[in-house]
């Protein structure tokens, strides 16, 4: 097995060198790209446009991770001890990081193609204020808001509308070109289906971010 791992890496790397040409131009320079999705952040253009391909399998890729994390822990025994240690002044700081982050998150998805953001990053930022609370609070009064908001029911409906959009995406691009060209530069309404994109991406890397680490803490104990 190593002998093929080392030959098939090897035959790999033969083909990206003999493809590689440094002196090549640009196929499709960035501001090209800008300028034909109409979306000033480039990053976003991107990787929700010119690359949707890889976002649609980074979003696999990360349901496989969360779900690969549950079946491991799943063996383990769950914490029982209902002694978390909370002081005052952290509960307060945490409850105000967790409400900032929903209000980042809302910021970072919304406006994500026209200044620095998009679905990962908001993702990342709402579910750090939501362990951190659990953490340092009450990782229970956390855990209840899974179930009373059905983030699990939303988790997976977002994985189906992101492959429903990409899909339109990918096989209507002129439609979504025009789409994108409506709205004046930089407008919040400027990125067609691409803020929408955001939102859900958002919510699925949230509540898998969510997921795992609830999983971890409720086997392990919270600090």
Same mark, same amino acid.
């Given at each position: 097995?190593?002998?093929?791992?080392?030959?098939?890496?090897?035959?790999?790397?033969?083909?990206?060198?003999?493809?590689?040409?440094?002196?090549?131009?640009?196929?499709?320079? #960035?501001?090209?790209?800008?300028?034909?999705? %109409?979306?000033? %952040?480039?990053?976003? @253009?991107?990787?929700?446009?010119?690359?949707?391909? =890889?976002?649609?399998?980074?979003?696999?890729?990360? +349901? /496989?991770?969360?779900?690969?994390?549950?079946?491991?822990?799943?063996?383990?025994?769950?914490n029982i001890d209902e002694g978390q240690q909370v002081f005052g002044t952290v509960t307060v700081y945490s409850g105000g990081l967790a409400a900032l982050s929903i209000t980042l998150f809302l910021y970072v998805v919304i406006n994500g193609h026209?200044?620095?953001?998009?679905?990962?990053?908001?993702?990342?930022?709402?579910?750090?204020?939501?362990?951190?609370?659990?953490? +340092?609070?009450?990782?229970?009064?956390?855990?209840?808001?899974? =179930?009373?908001?059905?983030?699990?029911?939303?988790?997976?409906?977002?994985?189906?509308? /992101?492959?429903?959009?990409? +899909?339109? /995406? #990918?096989?209507?691009?002129?439609?979504?070109?025009?789409?994108?060209?409506?709205?004046?530069?930089?407008?919040?309404? @400027?990125?067609?289906?691409?803020?929408?994109? %955001?939102?859900?991406?958002?919510?699925?890397?949230?509540?898998?971010?969510?997921?795992?680490?609830?999983?971890? #803490? @409720?086997?392990?104990?919270?600090?």
């Amino acid at each position: 097995m190593k002998i093929a791992g080392i030959i098939a890496v090897t035959i790999i790397f033969v083909i990206v060198m003999l493809s590689f040409d440094p002196s090549g131009s640009i196929p499709r320079p #960035i501001e090209q790209i800008v300028e034909r999705v %109409n979306v000033p %952040n480039a990053v976003t @253009s991107v990787y929700l446009e010119t690359r949707l391909y =890889d976002t649609i399998f980074e979003i696999i890729v990360f +349901t /496989i991770t969360a779900l690969g994390v549950a079946a491991l822990l799943a063996s383990l025994p769950v914490n029982i001890d209902e002694g978390q240690q909370v002081f005052g002044t952290v509960t307060v700081y945490s409850g105000g990081l967790a409400a900032l982050s929903i209000t980042l998150f809302l910021y970072v998805v919304i406006n994500g193609h026209i200044t620095p953001g998009g679905g990962f990053v908001g993702g990342v930022v709402l579910a750090t204020g939501v362990i951190t609370y659990g953490l +340092t609070s009450s990782f229970k009064k956390a855990s209840l808001h899974y =179930d009373m908001l059905k983030i699990g029911m939303f988790e997976k409906i977002s994985l189906v509308l /992101i492959f429903a959009f990409s +899909t339109l /995406i #990918i096989l209507l691009p002129e439609t979504h070109s025009q789409l994108l060209s409506e709205a004046g530069f930089g407008s919040t309404f @400027s990125g067609g289906l691409i803020p929408i994109l %955001n939102i859900l991406i958002g919510i699925k890397v949230y509540a898998g971010a969510w997921k795992m680490s609830s999983e971890f #803490i @409720s086997r392990r104990g919270t600090l």
